[in-house]
């Protein structure tokens, strides 16, 4: 009897894990092509596609936005990125407009800025002064981080090489109703490269 009722407890568990349904992937870029192509939208800058990887090493706050796709309100994001400078200094926005910004677009995410001192989220402005911040993380010049964002409703998250490394909480998030949905790659004057980008939708609850 008891280990029919383990049986049965342990059918449950797994129907209700197999119930849960897997995050609708809408978008993926490995870049592994000669030219950006149509997909994006060039602000300005140096970007372009070398080796498999999207680069830039001067761009000046002038960003590369992915036109062809909205990112849903519940999102998870993933990508590749390093630095090649030793002051690290890698940068992308979610949930923006894709328009120019000097400092920021939408939630900004600084991997290693202000020469590898400070790392933050940040909404609309990088100076934000209620940003998420993480210290000193000690991130390292020309190794590949792995990044992916998720976000649910007033909550991002942030994990590097799938480890939580920060997280912001907004009373009155951006919203795509109001035109907060872009996604663009950014730089200022550092060695980057961006790979294996992927989009997938979560559902509002």
Known sequence: MFF??????????VCACSSEKTPAKIFEDNFNRAEIGENYSVLGG???IENGKLRSIRAENKNLVLKSVDLPQNAVIEMT??????????????????????HGDGYTFILGGWK???SIISKLDEHEKNRSEKRNAGL????????RVERKSNKIK?????????????????????GYSKLS?????????????????????
Request: aromatic share 14%.
């Open 158 to 178: 942030w994990f590097v090489d799938s480890k939580l490394f920060l997280e912001y909480f907004d009373e009155t998030p951006l919203r795509v109703s109001d």
């Open 81 to 102: 990125m390093k630095s090649l400078s030793k002051d690290i200094d890698v940068k992308f926005n979610l949930w923006g407009d894709g328009k120019p910004h000097d």
């Open 116 to 118: 590898n001192r400070v």
């Open 140 to 147: 390292e010049q020309g190794k590949a981080y792995r990044v």
């Open 46 to 48: 140096d970007w372009k």
């Open 185 to 205: 790659f950014a730089n200022w004057r550092s060695d980057v490269e961006f790979d294996d980008l992927k989009i997938y939708a979560l559902e509002e609850k």
């Open 4 to 13: 029919r009722m383990i049986s049965i407890l342990l059918l449950i568990l």
